[in-house]
């Protein structure tokens, strides 16, 4: 058989509520439900006072989406590269036109300057002055000239 246990002297404190230094002023306000303090007996025979905690609820399941992250980037994806081949396409373009514009401009200027180096050498020069003579069959006879 064992022994019995000996009660033990058990102290309960009650909360008692702090008083301010200097009295603030009334406000009305709704009074809040304020939670019963609660004994617990203890299986020693000590008992437990305090308020009551309500237990922390569990946050919910996070919800998947219906289409997965790895889709929808992926959709994104194809949707920038469409629109960056839609530009890189009008790049080119405009690329291709500007070289064939650059080339038509220096054919031009080809063109202009070698006509006007044409016009200089082959062209009649009124610098060296007097008159041109054309000379078929010239007879000269006794200092004389005839045609």
């Known amino acids: 058989m064992s022994t019995p246990q000996r009660p033990t002297a058990v102290e309960v404190h009650h909360p008692t509520p702090l008083t301010p230094t200097?009295?603030?002023?009334?406000?009305?306000?709704?009074?809040?439900p304020v939670s019963s303090v609660a004994s617990v007996v203890l299986p020693d025979g000590r008992v437990v006072t305090g308020y009551a905690i309500e237990p922390a609820k569990p946050e919910p399941p996070a919800v998947k989406p219906a289409v997965s992250r790895t889709a929808v980037n992926i959709a994104l994806g194809?949707?920038?590269?469409?629109?960056?081949c839609g530009g890189l396409v009008l790049l080119t373009t405009f690329i291709a036109a500007l070289t064939a514009l650059i080339t038509q401009l220096i054919t031009?200027?080809?063109?202009i300057f070698g006509g006007w180096i044409a016009v200089q050498i082959l062209g009649t020069s009124s610098r060296r002055g007097g008159t041109t003579v054309n000379i078929r069959k010239a007879v000269i006879k006794r200092n004389k000239f005839y045609s």
Do not use: C, D, T
Request: hydrophobic fraction near 60%; charged fraction near 0%; proline fraction near 18%.
């Open 22 to 32: 200097h009295p603030m002023p009334l406000v009305p306000a709704q009074p809040a």
């Open 78 to 84: 194809g949707i920038g590269f469409g629109a960056v």
């Open 108 to 111: 031009l200027a080809a063109v």
